[in-house]
């Protein structure tokens, strides 16, 4: 796979690309990541990559000409002038306006042999990239940020982990917050309740310990050391629904929950009312 990143910083990336996960799929042939600087395709001695909009405002605009000529290099042009597989690769524009970035997106990105992010910047970028180059736009929050560098950085890392290999345990990524697995998805189509170490289906993951079982007077639960393993499977999935209730409860609402959640959460609002 191959991420293809245009920005006009590229030494923000020496650190964040470097390390860790990411870094092992670049060692192990899994990704490339290609950096490309904007201002070297700028036609002006200033190496101008901005200007001031029209009809006037406040702050500068990312100039069309620099990205078009950037991935017209990379072999691809805008999208009325292109034959272009749009299940094998994909243009992103990293910009606040985008659609939320999740999991789902990551896995969706994850199935692209190519992945090209243009990191927006200042007050924008000229609307013409977004029309004509871009396949879709993307925000990785509802915030602003001076740029989308750390929104590309985000992607790169989110996707490349669910590639086959890049984890030491591939099981990890099925057990993790957002994240159903195959596993999960065919006991719930059975209307069997989750096991205790799939995918959170959905909600938030429940909480992790590990030794000592005692660290300064705090210990460990003592239904994680009772060697019961649906006990064990209970309590991680009300945690799971009394962390996501208490911290994400906006992800409730994309959740199927079966009778036992539902009586869970029945239970987890009653002891909250009651103290």
Not at 142 to 167: K, M, W
Request: proline share 5%; with cysteine.
């Amino acid at each position: 796979m191959k991420f293809e990143i245009l920005t006009i910083f590229p030494d923000f990336f020496h650190g964040p690309l470097d390390y860790g996960i990411v870094r092992k799929a670049r060692e192990a042939g899994l990704i490339e990541i290609g950096i490309y600087d904007l201002r070297t395709f700028t036609q002006d001695r200033h190496r101008t990559v901005d200007d001031r909009p029209f009809g006037g405002g406040e702050g500068m605009v990312l100039k069309p000409e620099p990205i078009f000529e950037c991935l017209e290099s990379l072999g691809i042009s805008a999208r009325d002038e292109r034959q272009r597989d749009g299940a094998r690769e994909t243009v992103v524009l990293l910009s606040p306006h985008g659609a939320l970035f999740n999991q789902a997106v990551a896995k969706d990105l994850m199935g692209r042999e190519r992945v090209v992010l243009i990191c927006g910047r200042y007050e924008g970028v000229d609307e013409r990239v977004s029309e004509y180059l871009a396949d879709r736009e993307i925000s990785v929050g509802d915030f602003v940020l001076s740029g989308g560098e750390l929104g590309a950085a985000i992607i790169v890392d989110a996707v490349t982990r669910l590639l086959p290999g890049a984890l030491g345990n591939a099981a990890s990524a099925q057990q993790e917050s957002f994240t159903e697995s195959v596993a999960e998805y065919e006991d719930r189509a059975l209307g069997a309740p989750p096991s205790s170490t799939c995918g959170s289906g959905g909600l938030l993951d429940y909480p992790h310990y590990t030794r000592p079982a005692e660290f300064r007077g705090m210990r460990v639960p003592e239904v994680l050391a009772n060697g019961n393993h649906e006990e064990i499977r209970k309590w991680r999935r009300r945690c799971a629904l009394q962390k996501t209730l208490r911290n994400r409860p906006d992800l409730l609402r994309d959740v199927e929950l079966n009778d036992e959640d539902r009586k869970l959460l029945a239970e987890i609002e009653k002891e909250r009312i009651s103290r």
